[in-house]
């Protein structure tokens, strides 16, 4: 425990500083001071906030269709190009078999798959020297059936690639996905009871 | 550890920031540290990351507006994207749904120490 770790804290996973909004009450982080107190301690003074908020949230979650993605392998020598067209391919196979994923997006891992467009596109010489690439073809469809159909038939398509190894088995089911909104509702609409059990 | 800002030129958010990111739904929160809480890079950053500066970085990763909320008190700037990411954890394609990496995305970003 020291001021780094507990400055992490205070601003994780959290949107406005002023007004981080609790159902029991709204807390402003900009006020407080750190201080060292001794290994392993934290002293914290100066803690402000407002009275408990009159709107509570509440999150929904929906139907929100079927995701199914597959991850292929492309090796040295110019790994990186062998997967760009594969990447081409992709989207030109999805039309010629005419499958309409509500989504569909080819991602790099070991270049942009968690780093996204901030990341520089490798540069040539480098590229050809990559030793292998994973693509991650990921699709979503409005049915399990659309879904089932690609998985069944794109495994084939990237199954016959030449020096590309793929995980032939075990392919997992396409997931449901459950959507999720937040909203806010009046907290004088939540009525809460609470029950004590005793358990020996 | 000391941090030197040279009079001029770039610096790199990795050298002079600590991030940690995660998510609210399609909301993404990025808390930017000024290292060792120096006072010098808070000022630095607070002036430099900007929301613009920060939708430039991201691109397309960025489909909304862009909060940067300053925390002097622990020398920190917590950044929002409004809809960051692609729909939230549950519905995108992305594999980083809850944007854990996005604060290490947001350190590879280079500001003018100059003006």
Known sequence: VSRQTVREQLVYEILDPKNYITPDGTADFTTLQLEGAGQNRVRITNMTGKPRPDMLKVGIGYHGGFLFDIVQWFVWPDALEKARYAERNFYEWLKWADMKPIEADAQYAGINMCEGPTVPWPDEEYARDIPEIAVRFATKWNTREEAETFRKEFRRVIGCLPGSPFKQYALPAPTRITAYRPTLIPRSEVHTTLKIKEVR | ?115
Request: net charge neutral; charged share 25%.
């Open chain 2, 1 to 115: 550890m000391t941090v030197v800002i040279p009079e001029t030129g770039k610096m790199q958010l990795k050298d002079i920031c600590y991030a940690r990111s995660g998510d609210k739904g399609d909301k993404s929160n990025i808390g930017l540290q000024a290292i060792d809480f120096d006072e010098k890079v808070y000022e630095l950053i607070k002036k430099k990351v900007t929301p613009e500066a920060v939708q430039a970085h991201f691109k397309e990763w960025s489909k909304g507006n862009v909060h940067v909320y300053p925390m002097d008190n622990v020398k920190a700037l917590n950044i929002v994207l409004d809809h960051g990411l692609d729909g939230g954890m549950t519905t995108t394609l992305r594999w980083d749904g809850t944007g854990k990496a996005m604060c290490q995305a947001l350190l590879r970003m280079y500001i003018d120490v100059d003006c």
